[in-house]
T-cell receptor, first 113, second 111 residues
Framework: IAGITQAPTSQILAAGRRMTLRCTQD?????MYWYRQDLGLGLRLIHY???????GKGEVPDGYSVSRANTDDFPLTLASAVPSQTSVYFC????????????FGPGTRLTVL | GNSVTQMEGPVTLSEEAFLTINCTYT??????LFWYVQYPGEGLQLLLK?????DKGSNKGFEATYRKETTSFHLEKGSVQVSDSAVYFC?????????????FGTGTRLL
């Protein structure tokens, strides 16, 4: 049982480059989320998806886009990376929007230079 | 809006000491409350939760009681171990708004 996998584990990226962070879950959860974790700020929601085919903006969506073509995958794309997007990114999922318990992936550490 | 406030860290304790990490919340209605733990280099794991007033969540020797009168959900452990060193996040989930999401505190590092 893998749960949620994220790739890559870490990445160093030049500013202006495009980057896609991958997230896959095998729990058949309908709802999925992307967070960024920054020191002193806790976790902030970037984008979410309540079910395949739908997405929504969270607290800090600017500079990021997502897609949800199927239940299992929820990639996060940085179209043109900037240094302020240096962070640790976590993908999470739960059974559906009304369920309270979320499960998290191991994270991707991204450095934008 | 909904929010969670945690005590700032780091909290430094000797092995077998008593642990308390304070958490208070602001929310409309009756949210579910959570403690998540993040070990070094890993993602967040659910530690315990409580879904209504006076409920006590417990796991791995940790406990927290949902106190609606004081809007608190303090995390306690009677005897900490070196392996408990981690960052602890308090969170709430409220389903009474149009967008159901987890709201996190800023985290407290335990050394």
């Amino acid at each position: 049982i893998a749960g949620i996998t994220q790739a890559p584990t870490s990445q160093i990226l030049a500013a202006g480059r495009r980057m896609t962070l991958r997230c896959t879950q095998d729990m058949r959860h309908n709802a999925m989320y992307w967070y960024r974790q920054d020191l002193g700020l806790g976790l902030r929601l970037i984008h979410y998806s309540n079910t395949a085919g739908t997405t929504g903006k969270g607290e800090v969506p600017d500079g990021y886009s997502v897609s949800r073509a199927n239940t299992d995958d929820f990639p996060l794309t940085l179209a043109s990376a900037v240094p302020s997007q240096t962070s640790v990114y976590f993908c999470a999922s739960k059974r559906d929007r009304n369920t309270d318990t979320q499960y998290f992936g191991p994270g991707t550490r991204l450095t934008v230079l | 809006g909904n929010s969670v406030t945690q005590m700032e860290g780091p909290v430094t304790l000797s092995e077998e000491a008593f642990l308390t990490i304070n958490c208070t919340y602001t929310a409309t209605g009756y949210p579910s409350l959570f403690w998540y733990v993040q070990y070094p280099g890993e993602g967040l794991q659910l530690l315990l939760k409580a879904t209504k007033a006076d409920d006590k969540g417990s796991n791995k020797g940790f406990e927290a009681t949902y106190r609606k009168e004081t809007t608190s959900f303090h995390l306690e452990k009677g005897s900490v171990q070196v392996s408990d060193s981690a960052v602890y996040f308090c969170a709430l989930f409220s389903s009474n708004t149009g967008f159901q999401k987890l709201v996190f505190g800023t985290g407290t590092r335990l050394l």
